[in-house]
């Protein structure tokens, strides 16, 4: 066994390896500060969410967890993430519905649900590495990272996540919020957002990555 590809290496596991640089990507929520860059999280994040309950999440159904199914877990968090992801863009854009709701203490919950989800997040993701061959592996890092590049930048808490239409909303809610950034002058993911390889190598940035085609595909 060589060194690159040890059990816990990024090689050996490139979907966990990829999420690792996504939300390392993301920074601390709770030390927004700018408008801007509290957008860049938002899109970030939501992005993030979709890719892994559009590619992920269907290969973990049925396997049960210390508290219950993983997917449904994950489903469950990550929608209470979603809506907290909601309230601070509310917050942001000086929506009325957010007026009187002070922005810390919507940045302490965005936090405390980030974690409650990471922590399933990461259970799900080791499983689910650890049931697949390295071929397997690297396919579903792929369909990660083409997902990425393609999701929803704004949350969307009501949105389906199961089933076929999973891929229709995916598509709908990306197209659409790509709009309205441009039309918002809203920064999106933003420059050095990492598309991860499948090898856990060296990865552009995600306006670089959008204007590349994978040309690895799936074999």
Same mark, same amino acid.
């Given at each position: 066994?060589?060194?690159?590809?040890?059990?816990?290496?990024?090689?050996?596991?490139?979907?966990?390896?990829?999420?690792?640089?996504?939300?390392?990507?993301?920074?601390?929520?709770?030390?927004?500060?700018e408008?801007?860059?509290?957008? &860049?999280?938002?899109?970030?994040?939501?992005?993030?969410?979709?890719?892994?309950?559009?590619?992920?999440? +269907?290969?973990?159904?049925?396997?049960?967890? !210390?508290?219950?199914?993983?997917r !449904? /877990?994950?489903?469950?968090?990550?929608?209470?993430?979603?809506w907290?992801?909601?309230?601070?863009?509310?917050?942001?854009?000086?929506?009325?519905?957010?007026?009187?709701?002070?922005?810390?203490?919507?940045?302490?919950?965005?936090t405390?649900?980030?974690?409650?989800?990471?922590?399933?997040?990461?259970?799900?993701?080791?499983?689910?590495?650890?049931?697949?061959?390295?071929?397997?592996?690297?396919r579903?890092?792929?369909?990660?990272? &083409?997902?990425?590049?393609?999701? +929803?930048?704004?949350?969307? +808490? &009501?949105?389906?996540?199961?089933?076929?239409?999973?891929?229709?909303?995916?598509?709908?809610?990306?197209?659409? %919020?790509?709009?309205?950034? !441009?039309? %918002?002058?809203?920064?999106? /993911?933003?420059?050095?957002?990492?598309m991860?390889?499948?090898?856990?190598? +060296?990865?552009?940035?995600?306006d670089?990555?959008?204007?590349?085609?994978?040309?690895?595909?799936?074999?």
């Amino acid at each position: 066994m060589t060194v690159d590809r040890l059990p816990d290496s990024p090689a050996a596991r490139p979907l966990a390896a990829g999420i690792g640089a996504t939300q390392g990507a993301v920074g601390e929520v709770q030390d927004v500060d700018e408008p801007e860059v509290g957008y &860049r999280a938002i899109a970030r994040l939501s992005g993030h969410l979709a890719a892994m309950w559009c590619t992920v999440y +269907p290969h973990a159904d049925g396997h049960v967890g !210390t508290d219950g199914q993983l997917r !449904t /877990v994950c489903l469950s968090r990550a929608r209470e993430v979603e809506w907290a992801l909601r309230l601070f863009q509310c917050q942001l854009s000086g929506c009325v519905s957010a007026v009187g709701r002070p922005r810390a203490a919507g940045l302490i919950m965005l936090t405390q649900r980030l974690d409650s989800y990471r922590s399933a997040e990461q259970v799900l993701v080791t499983w689910l590495e650890d049931q697949l061959p390295a071929e397997g592996r690297a396919r579903l890092a792929r369909k990660y990272r &083409r997902a990425l590049i393609h999701a +929803p930048t704004r949350p969307h +808490p &009501r949105c389906q996540r199961t089933g076929p239409l999973r891929h229709v909303a995916f598509w709908l809610h990306g197209r659409w %919020d790509r709009l309205l950034d !441009t039309m %918002d002058s809203r920064p999106g /993911v933003g420059d050095g957002f990492p598309m991860p390889l499948a090898n856990g190598g +060296p990865a552009p940035a995600a306006d670089q990555g959008q204007a590349v085609r994978d040309t690895t595909g799936d074999r």
